[in-house]
Every structure is written in structure tokens, then in C-alpha cells.
């Protein structure tokens, strides 16, 4: 009879690590989940940011050019931040788009347009704080 109850406290307690095991495994995927969204929340605010700086600098391009190149770098850098955080569909999508639009406006600049056409970098940032949020 002790033989039959050490084997069930055996099978009980096996049974409970399996269980927590499982449940931890859970609750860190969980957490990941949530990690990667703050982080993707946050990074795109900064990039707001860095998009609202872009629309200051071409404003004031005559007075200061180096403010719009510094703008389009710190969306890059941000950009990046995203990039590596997420495997997200959505949100590499908006990244690209983003980065894309980032690039159009870099060049217009470096073919002399003094006011480039920023909109595109807003609505791509817009749309990357959208599916950023959760």
C-alpha cells in the first residue's frame, strides 16, 4: 500500500511541474507579447516626435538645413529600433513604408528641393502608431 501511495505522490508531483512549467512558459510568452507592444508603442511616439521635429525643420530650412537631415536620421534610428523588436506583419509593413517615405524625402532634399514634400512620412508614421497600438 506505501508503494502504491509513494508511486501517486510521484505521478502528483510530476504532474505539477509539468503544469508549472507550462504555466511559467505561458506567462513569459505573454510577457514577451506585451514587452514588444510597449516597445513598438514607444518607439513609434518617438518617432511622432522625430516626425513632428521633420515638419519644424523644413518650416525653418532656410534658416537651418542641418535640422531636417538630423530629423531624418532620428526617424531612421527609431525605425531600426522597430525593425529589430518585432516580427510583427503589420508593423514591418508600416516600417518599410515608412523608411520608404524617409528615403523619398532625404532625396528630394539632396536634389535641392529646400521644402520637400513631407506628407507621405506623416501618414506612414501614422499609420506605423496604429498598428503599434494595441
Do not use: Y
Request: with cysteine; hydrophobic share 40%.
Amino acid at each position: 500500500m506505501a508503494t502504491s501511495r509513494r508511486r501517486r505522490s510521484r505521478i502528483a508531483v510530476a504532474a505539477a511541474a509539468i503544469a508549472a512549467v507550462g504555466l511559467t512558459a505561458g506567462l513569459t510568452t505573454g510577457c514577451d507579447a506585451v514587452n514588444k507592444a510597449l516597445d513598438c508603442v514607444q518607439t513609434a511616439d518617438a518617432i511622432a516626435d522625430s516626425v513632428t521635429e521633420l515638419q519644424q525643420a523644413v518650416e525653418s530650412a532656410a534658416n537651418d538645413p542641418t535640422q531636417l537631415e538630423e530629423s531624418l536620421t532620428s526617424i531612421d534610428k527609431n525605425l531600426d529600433k522597430i525593425g529589430d523588436k518585432t516580427d510583427n506583419a503589420d508593423v514591418n509593413k508600416a516600417v518599410d513604408d515608412l523608411q520608404q517615405a524617409v528615403t523619398n524625402v532625404r532625396d528630394a532634399v539632396k536634389n535641392g528641393d529646400e521644402t520637400p514634400d513631407i506628407s507621405p512620412v506623416t501618414e506612414a508614421a501614422g499609420e506605423l502608431t496604429k498598428v503599434c497600438t494595441p
